[in-house]
C-alpha cells in the first residue's frame, strides 16, 4: 500500500483520479530542449517526466557508472544548458526533467528520497567516458546550487553525482516478492538494483582510482551532533524529524532536519526556508506555554537542523482514534456525548492557544490534528511551525491535511479560525479528505456530526462563512439513490461511472484505481482491469469487448516481467479473470507462461502460494486443464509442510491471520481442494491454519473478536477477523472446531459499526457488510440495510455516474479492491437469491 507521501504524489495530475506525475498538467512550461524539433543526430521520447535525448546509432550497455546534476529551481534552466551542450558535443545519452513544475515534482517533499535531487541523467557508454564526462561536467558547474542526490557520491564541489546502477529496463523479485529494477550479476543472474538514499555499490564493483578522492572526501565531510538519535518520528526528501537526547545531561529534544533546495512545496519553497520560518516563529512566540521551546539551530554537513523542546504528551490525532466512540458497534449515546465534551475541552484550549499567538501577530496556517500535542494535563501544544507567518503576510501559504484547506481569500486571523472549525469537524467525523473529492460534503458531515453526537446548533465554532450552508445535489442525489427500495439504481450508477473514467486510449491503465495500479500495468485483479471487468462480469452489467482486448494487449505488452504473484497480484489471477470473460485463449496463453515463473515466497491469497494455486484450481476447470491442478495440489502439500513445521525452500511460514495475506487464506484453499478431491489431509491442514488465524484474535472491550496484528485490532476482510470468519463458516459444515460458532458471533459484533473510514470491498464498508449479510443470517438483515445507507457518506453521484473514493479517501476508484468495482461486486452479491440460493461469499471475493 502506498503511504501517504507517495499518495500525494498521485493526486498532482488530475483533481478527479490518482494519476501517475508523468501526466503533470506542464505542456506550457517546458524546457526548450524537450520541444520541437530533436537536434540534427538526436532521437528524442518522454517518458514520464522525463525528456530522453539518445545520438542516432548510439548503443547502451546495460549498466555501468552513470551521472546525475542536480538543480535548484532558479538556476535550473541555466544547469540543464551547460549538461546538455557537454552531453551533446561528446553525443552521449541524457535524459531531463522536462520542466520546472517537473522538477518540483522530482523533488518535492512528497518525492521519494532514492530519485531526490536528480535533474540531469548521463549515461556514459565506457568507464573512460564517464570518468572523462565526471571531470568536465565537475568543472563546468562547479559553484552551482543543487540538493544533494542522496543515492550518489558527489564529485568535487559541484552539483554532479556517480552512481553504478542500470541503464535500460531489467526486472526481477526481491526477498519480499516484489518487482524492482534489476542489474545483471558476473553470473548473468538479475539481482535487485537498490535505490536506498545512500551510496552503496554492488558487492562485484570497484570504484575507479579517480573517485577515491572523492570516496575520501565524502567519509571526512560533515560534523557531529550534540545530541544521540533515539526515534526517528520522521522521514521525508525535506529530511527527517527525530527524537533525541542531548549528550551529558540525557535532556530529550526533537530534532528538526532541513535538506538545502530539496523538499519543495506547491510554491517552490525548500525545507530550509520552511525551516527559517519555524525558527522566526518560535522566536517570536518564546515563553508561550502552547509552543515548544526553541534550544538551537545548528548546520551539520550540508544539512540544518532545528532543536525544539520535546513536548511530553500524545498527539492529538493518535488520542482521537483511541478514543472514538464510533468505531464500536453498540455504542452508546453516554459515549458520543462524553467524546463529544472531550473534543469541545480540546478545541477550546486550541482556540486560546491560536488568540495567543495572533495576539503576538503571528498566523499558525497549518493547524490540523497531526500538528497538536496534548500534555499529559489536556493542555494543547502546536508543533510544525513551517507555514507561521505575520498576521498580514499574504505570501507565506496556508497548508492544512487533505480536505482541510483554506478556501481561497482567507488570511490571516480568519484563515487559522477556518482551520480550527476544520480540526473540530475532523474529530468528530474523521473523512475530511471527502471535501476534497466534492466540497457540498461538508454541511451534510457537519449535520451528520451533530446528529451523532447530539450536538445543537450553537456547540462547537463558528461555521466560517465560506463553508457552504447546504448540501449539494450530488449529496441529495446520492441520498435518494441509497434510500430506495433496490440496490439496482445503485449498481447501474457504479457502472456507468465505470465507464466514465475508462481510458482504453492509454496503454499504461484501462480503468483509474489504486496508486498501486500503476506498478502493474493496470492490468491486475486487485488494483487493474482484470478485478473491474471480473465485476462488471459478474453484476451481470454490459462492456465493451475493447475493454478485454485492451487487457490482454496489455498482458502481453509486459511478457518480460517476472511473472509469480498470487490470485489478485498476478498472472494467474489474470488468466482466471480472462477465463471467467470468455478470452479463453489468452487465458491459457498467460497460464502457461506463469507456469514457468519462480513460485512467490508468500503463503497467501493476495500475492502468495495460496492465491496462485487457488487461481490454479479454478483454470483446472475453466480451461479444463488436469496439469493446472495438480500444480495446485503440489503447491498445497508445501503449504501443509510449512504449517506443519518442515521448512520448504522458496516458502515463507505464514504469520499474518487475515484472509487476503495470512492464515485464514491458506485456509480458505486447503478447504477447496477438499472439497474438489476429498483427501483428508487438506482438510487437517485447514484446520491447522484456521487454529492459528483465530488464535492471533483478541476480545476487545466491546465483546467484539479482531486480528491483533503490530498493535491494531483489524476486522476488514484483507486482514481482519471478519475474512477468517468467513472462512471459519465454511469450515464448520466439514468439521469441528471447539469455540467456533462463538468466534462467529464475536466477529458479528465488529460488522456493523456506526462509522467506517473507507467504502471499499476489502478494507472498507461494504466488505465489513458482506460479512454481516453471511455471517448474521435473517436477524441482521436490517443492519446490513442500515450499512448500506451508510454509504452515501462516501459515495459522490455525478451527472456520469456513481464515483468511489478509494484508500486515503483523496481521489477515485474504480478497481476492485478499494473502488467502485468492489463495491458493485458487493451490492450485487447483497441482491442475489436469499437463503441457500446465495452466492457462495468467498467464491465472489475470489473470481468463483
Known sequence: MADVHETQLYCL????????????????????????????????????????????????????????????QDGAERTLAVAAGICTARRVAF????????????????????????????????????????????????????????????????????????????????????TVPALRDPAGALVPDPREPAFRLPAWVEPPAALRPHLAAREAAGGELPYRIVEVLQVSNAGG??????????????????????????????????????????????????????????????????????????????EAIRRY???????????????????????????????????????????????????????????DFEYAAELD??????????????????????????????????????????????????????????????????????????????????????????????LDPVCRELVAGIHAGATPDRPDRLFPGDVAGFADGGTGVSHG????????????????????????????????????????????????????????????????????????????????????????????DALDSPRELAHALDDARELAAVLGGAPVPGLDEPTAAGLLYGLAGVALLQLRLYRRTGERWLLDSGRVALERAVARCVRVPDGSAQVLESGRRLAYLDRGSSGIALVLREYLEHGELPGGEAFLADVRKVCAPGFIREPGLFRGRVGLTLALDRLGGAPAREAVLGQVGRLQWHLVARPEGLLVPGMRLRRFSADLHTGAAGVLLALSGLTEGRGAERADVLDLLTLG
Request: aromatic letters at 8%.
Open 13 to 72: 495530475a488530475d483533481p478527479t483520479y490518482y494519476d501517475t506525475p508523468g501526466r503533470l498538467r506542464d505542456g506550457d512550461s517546458r524546457y526548450p530542449l524537450g520541444l520541437g524539433e530533436p537536434p540534427e543526430g538526436w532521437r528524442r521520447e518522454q517518458r514520464g517526466l522525463w525528456t530522453v535525448l539518445r545520438p542516432d546509432g548510439g548503443r547502451l550497455p546495460e549498466q555501468g557508472w552513470k551521472l546525475h546534476v542536480s538543480a535548484a
Open 95 to 178: 535524459k531531463f526533467l522536462r520542466s520546472p513544475a517537473a522538477l518540483r515534482v522530482a523533488n518535492g517533499k512528497y518525492a521519494g528520497r532514492g530519485g531526490s535531487g536528480k535533474f540531469v541523467t548521463v549515461y556514459p557508454a565506457t568507464d573512460g567516458d564517464f570518468l572523462s564526462l565526471a571531470e568536465e561536467l565537475a568543472e563546468a558547474l562547479a559553484g552551482f546550487p543543487g540538493p544533494y542526490v542522496l543515492t550518489d557520491l558527489r564529485i568535487g564541489d559541484a552539483p554532479v553525482y556517480a552512481r553504478y546502477g542500470a541503464f535500460v529496463e531489467l526486472w526481477c523479485r526481491d526477498a519480499e516478492g516484489r
Open 241 to 318: 524529524i527525530y527524537l533525541a537526547e542531548k549528550y551529558g545531561t540525557g535532556e530529550r529534544v526533537v530534532l528538526r532536519e532541513a535538506r538545502p533546495y530539496a523538499g519543495l512545496d506547491g510554491t517552490g519553497a525548500d525545507a530550509l526556508t520552511r525551516l527559517r520560518r519555524e525558527r522566526w516563529a518560535l522566536e517570536r512566540l518564546a515563553g508561550l506555554a502552547c509552543v515548544p521551546r526553541l534550544h538551537e539551530v545548528r548546520t551539520v554537513w550540508e544539512h540544518t537542523f532545528l532543536v525544539q523542546e520535546h513536548i511530553e504528551g500524545v498527539q492529538l490525532f493518535a
Open 325 to 383: 466512540p464510533l468505531v464500536h458497534q453498540n455504542c452508546t449515546a453516554e459515549q458520543r456525548a462524553a467524546y463529544a465534551r472531550w473534543v469541545g475541552g480540546v478545541v477550546d484550549g486550541l482556540a486560546e492557544a491560536l488568540d495567543a499567538l495572533h495576539a503576538r501577530g503571528v498566523r499558525f496556517g497549518d493547524l490540523h490534528p497531526a500538528n497538536v500535542v496534548l500534555r499529559p494535563d489536556g493542555s494543547v501544544v502546536l508543533v
Open 393 to 486: 503576510d499574504r505570501r507565506v501559504p496556508t497548508a492544512g491535511a487533505a480536505g482541510q484547506h483554506v478556501p481561497p481569500g482567507l488570511g490571516g486571523a480568519e484563515a487559522d479560525r477556518y482551520l480550527l472549525w476544520a480540526t473540530w469537524l475532523m474529530l468528530l467525523m474523521p473523512v475530511m479528505e471527502l471535501a476534497d473529492c466534492d466540497p457540498g460534503k461538508l454541511p451534510a458531515l457537519e449535520r451528520r456530526a451533530r446528529e451523532w453526537f447530539g450536538l445543537g446548533p450553537e456547540e462547537g465554532p463558528v461555521r466560517p462563512a465560506a463553508v457552504a450552508r447546504v448540501e449539494s445535489a450530488s449529496e441529495r442525489r446520492g441520498r435518494e439513490l441509497l434510500a430506495g427500495p433496490s
Open 529 to 620: 482491469a482484470a478485478g473491474v471487468l471480473y465485476a462488471l462480469h459478474r453484476a451481470g452489467a454490459d462492456w465493451p469487448q475493447e475493454y478485454a482486448d485492451w487487457l490482454v494487449a496489455a498482458v502481453r505488452r509486459r511478457a518480460d516481467r517476472p511473472a509469480a504473484g498470487g490470485l489478485y497480484d498476478g498472472p494467474l489471477g489474470i488468466a482466471l479473470a480472462l477465463a471467467r470473460i470468455g478470452r479463453t485463449e489468452a487465458a491459457e496463453e498467460l497460464a502457461g507462461r506463469a507456469r514457468t515463473a519462480l513460485p512467490a515466497r508468500a503463503a497467501g491469497l493476495f500475492g502468495g502460494r495460496a492465491g496462485a494455486a487457488l487461481a490454479r484450481l479454478r483454470l483446472a
